[in-house]
């Protein structure tokens, strides 16, 4: 195994020297205009050659080979390094080829998307770990059918994460007898970690920005719930056949243990923090409060309080329940999971950064042909939602909601009164808004379900089921479940909802 870990240093190491003269060569203008400038804004997408994105695509290869060539604990051992080593070999040559512009885009992506996305998470996580679902609760197909069916309802209100973190242990518990549990998971991130989520700015990251830029919060209950309600109703449908056939071939019996213990939650008060982070979450995006200039990246002050109220409730509900507690440790709760996606997350999101440049370049970038052919609502749908499922689904959604705009000859300050108005009251152009945002936001949605790392929650789920003994599918392996049952449910939703 050290032998293999070896090549894979020494081969990352040409790949980072190859990649650190080529973006010299690419870069060599703009480092010389950079000289003593202000770092107030980023690299130039336009001028970002496509391969710039081989460290990121070389991440996600590692996550997706990696456990299969080493092991499957290898993201929990080694997925620390893995992310340092790809984060290195893009942000030196980027550096060195863009110097203060780099330096702005690596500070811009950790302060404004990583630290407030990890600080959520983790905010989340404990809370959620803190409530504890106690009681004679066997995994049947109905029960499992229902506690999805609840995810699923709950994800919009109390987000896909917070969704996610409350039931993801009850589930596991509750089927620890069943032989076959892979679906069980697979179909719970389907829905309770992301198309769950589709009704409320509070449900998933992508909606949450487009609050922020002017969507109504009650926005995407009515023009998402239509495509939420079908794709749902037929997944929990399918499940249920499936747990239910998996269920008669293990023997279609409940083994007996002599307990018949009533159902009860203990730790209910963890919801008033729990509470307490979606208030967070609301505030940052009603107040304005200004903005603080760290290093050229603006910062608003709402967000950084955002980011405080959220460690001040994950705080109090660990002093509340303590993590060598007995609820905690009933919860089967440790730092484990969280810790895994906070390092290999890490890694994600400093090389996501010249993906995120070329489409924001548009049609002036290295994907301009792409870029130039998203004319149809169906286009936005697919483009959007195949992105997400590889690249962050925040600002993939962001990045095509300005694409629209942009298309339409239309500003920001025009959503609310776009949105606002009955749909028969619109002009034509606002009328095709509505529809291409529609896609843009049922895509970023339901296709972060299409891999592990389309939507965070799926990467932690994941950890959860494999530290409860869980054998889960690889990287592909996942990938195949997703391409099997989405894929012809999306194309359903295509010819239904979006053409």
Known sequence: MKFKLVSCLILCLIVGFALSVSMEAFGADDAHGDEGAHHGHGVDGAKLPIWSIIPFVGILLSIAIFPLVFDSHFLVHHGGKMSLAWGLIFALPYLIAFRGNAFYDILHIYLLDYIPFIILLWGLFTVAGGILVRGTLRGTPIVNTLLLLFGTIIASWVGTTGASMLLIRPLIRANGYRKNKVHLIVFFIFLVSNIGGSLTPIGDPPLFLGFLRGVPFFWTTTALLPHMLFISVILIVLFFVIDTIMFKREGGVVPDDGTNEPIRVEGLFNLVFLFGIIAAVLMSGTFKWGEVNILGVHVYWQN????????????????????????????????????????????????????????????????????????????????????????????????????????????????????????????????????????????????????????????????????????????????????????????????????
């Open 304 to 499: 950084i309080a955002r980011e405080a109220l959220i460690v001040v409730m994950g705080l109090l509900s660990l002093k509340y329940t303590p993590f060598s507690g007995e609820l905690r440790q009933s919860n089967e709760f440790s730092w484990e999971p969280i810790a895994e996606v906070a390092k290999v997350f890490a890694g994600i999101f400093i090389t996501i950064i010249p993906a995120l440049a070329i489409l924001k370049a548009g049609e002036n970038g290295a994907l301009s042909g792409l870029i130039g052919a998203m004319q149809q609502p169906y286009h936005y749908f697919w483009i959007t939602g195949i992105l997400s499922s590889f690249l962050d689904n925040a600002p993939t959604y962001l990045t095509f909601f300005n694409t629209a705009l942009g298309k339409l000859e239309l500003t920001e300050t025009l959503v609310p009164g776009i949105l606002s108005t009955p749909i028969e009251a619109l002009p034509q152009n606002h009328k095709i808004f509505v529809d291409m945002l529609t896609a843009i936001s049922v895509g970023a949605v339901f296709m972060g379900a299409n891999t592990y790392i389309g939507n965070a929650p799926n990467f932690m789920v994941k950890a959860i089921a494999e530290q409860s003994g869980i054998r889960m599918p690889s990287f592909f392996g996942y990938m195949l479940w997703s391409v099997v049952i989405l894929f012809p449910l999306f194309v359903i939703v295509t010819f239904v909802f979006l053409r």
